[in-house]
């Protein structure tokens, strides 16, 4: 790295180093809790989990795969690996959309099963987490910063040129 690209750096404020670094701690440590209680008491990982819980919500319980990755937060290849996961469980099946390429994913009644089975424990850990301690106000706060950096990292990504990643490992 040249000395005129560490120059023109925007380097971390003190408080900004301090917040990235509590960020950073709690996205590390938080899927990893909840990865472990539910690979222990449900045999799911936190990502089966929320696929299979947003099934659940979709009406008939199925979602278009690129829908479904969406709401996942996930690429599609990795939200179709954890598909053909729950497909040989029997918690998922695929339907051909008629007319396309494209798949639905389809929740079935093991799945639901399944998900309802999971669901107490799964939500006793995000309280025990993630909610408890926190007030009203502090859970509003959290809902409007998730929100705002959500936004600031889906402007980010859409702004980033492809080739930049490939550059910084050379």
Do not use: C
């Not at 599609?76 to 598909?83: E, P, Q």
């Not at 089975?117 to 006793?124: I, K, N, R, T, Y």
């Amino acid at each position: 790295m040249g000395s005129a690209q560490i120059d023109d750096t925007e380097w971390l404020t003190a408080s900004q180093q301090r917040a990235w670094r509590k960020l950073v701690a709690l996205i590390t440590r938080l899927p990893a809790a909840l990865d472990t209680q539910l690979q222990r008491d449900s045999a799911l990982t936190h990502f089966d989990y929320s696929v299979l819980a947003e099934l659940s919500e979709a009406p008939g319980r199925r979602l278009r795969l690129s829908e479904l990755a969406q709401l996942s937060n996930a690429s599609l290849s990795r939200l179709s690996h954890v598909v053909t996961k729950l497909e040989n469980a029997g918690w998922v099946r695929r339907q051909s959309v008629p007319g396309t390429r494209g798949s639905y994913a389809v929740l079935t009644d093991a799945g639901m099963t399944k998900l309802v089975e999971a669901a107490p424990g799964h939500v006793a850990t995000v309280q025990a987490l993630v909610f408890r301690g926190l007030d009203d106000e502090q859970v509003a706060a959290l809902t409007e910063l998730g929100t705002a950096l959500l936004g600031q990292l889906d402007r980010g990504i859409a702004a980033v040129d492809p080739t930049a990643f490939s550059n910084a490992a050379t």
